[in-house]
């Protein structure tokens, strides 16, 4: 499943490096590449709308976190900026804590499941 979002059109990107925001807005992510373009056309020129696969989407929102912002608008509708209405508001922080948490039990069910087969084979 992909994700998009709106990226500052920038010649300049090599590839690899993260998509430009504006920390001014609260930065937007989309699940449908049709409510993304229609919420472009609300903007000034010089954006694009890029898509993310889910590990891009990751390094993304590691990103966008670090530079200091707290929370994405899903799918908000077009032309509404910050004052306009969003399908959701998603935590940054609190998602990427989440799947930390769901990494960390995987690495401990798969040590586990190891130790087992050691056990088992002696």
């Known amino acids: 499943m992909s994700s998009y979002i709106l990226v500052r059109d920038r010649r300049d990107a090599e590839p690899g490096d993260p998509p430009a925001t504006s920390t001014t ?16 056309r609300g903007l000034d020129e010089g954006f694009t709308v890029a898509r993310l696969s889910a590990m ?3 390094r993304w929102m590691i990103w966008v976190q670090e530079e200091g912002v707290h929370y994405l608008d899903v799918n908000p509708t077009p032309g509404a900026g910050t004052e306009g209405e969003s399908h959701g508001r998603l935590a940054i922080e609190r998602h990427l804590a989440h799947f930390a948490e769901l990494l960390t039990r995987d690495i401990v069910a798969c040590a586990e499941a190891a130790r087992r087969d050691r056990t088992v084979s002696r």
């Open 25 to 40: 807005l609260v930065p937007a992510i989309f699940t449908d590449l049709r409510v993304a373009k229609e919420y472009l």
């Open 56 to 58: 891009q989407l990751l």
